[in-house]
């Protein structure tokens, strides 16, 4: 059944049922358990990103489970925007199946419970003409993803370790950068022994 804005993907199939769901529900928050009913699977994860390549806004809200469509307007993405599952795969597999930040690996679950989710992140991002390819790429946790975008954002570990995310103007990072090349120590490194020292 077409959802009742008229949204649609050339996928059809199981796509065009996330679509509808979201699209009949839009601006509220769809949780994984409603997606995983109206598909009967449970890889609607990227099935979602595909959905988000075709340039549908859907927003991801870690701490409700779930989704939400934030826009009816169908947005032109590049094909470059898109990290298929060749290319996913081969950025976990190099690290290790973890999350770059705050450690968490595939399999393991967060304090409060919930399961560890990994997500292929652009590490320069398509805004700032950051590639989709391996080198641009880090594992991240789904958590630590969202929380790239706020300042506060920090994710602890139950080994009392954690990870906060930072932001650092162009000029400040370049130095790291080139103190890292000097020494031969990485900029997740450096940062992390100037913090300890002070």
Known sequence: MANNKGLTTPKNGVWQTMLDLLADNFGNI????????????????????????????????????????????????????????????????????????????????????????????????????????????QTLCSRCNAGKKSVAAYSVKDDDTASIVIRLNRTTLQQLEKEAEDTGVSVKKLVATKLERD
């Open 30 to 137: 769809v949780v994984n358990q409603q997606l995983a009913d109206a598909t009967g699977q449970h890889n609607y994860a990227r099935r979602l990103r595909e959905l988000r390549a075709e340039g549908w806004q859907i927003q991801y809200l870690p701490k409700e489970k779930g989704y939400r469509l934030i826009s009816l307007e169908q947005l032109e993405h590049s094909a470059d925007e898109y990290v298929n599952l060749r290319l996913r795969n081969e950025v976990f597999e190099r690290d290790n199946y973890q999350c770059q930040m705050c450690g968490y690996s595939r399999g393991e679950k967060f304090l409060d419970g919930e399961p560890v989710r990994l997500e292929a992140d652009h590490i320069i991002p398509l805004a700032q003409e950051g590639k989709t390819v391996t080198d641009n790429l």
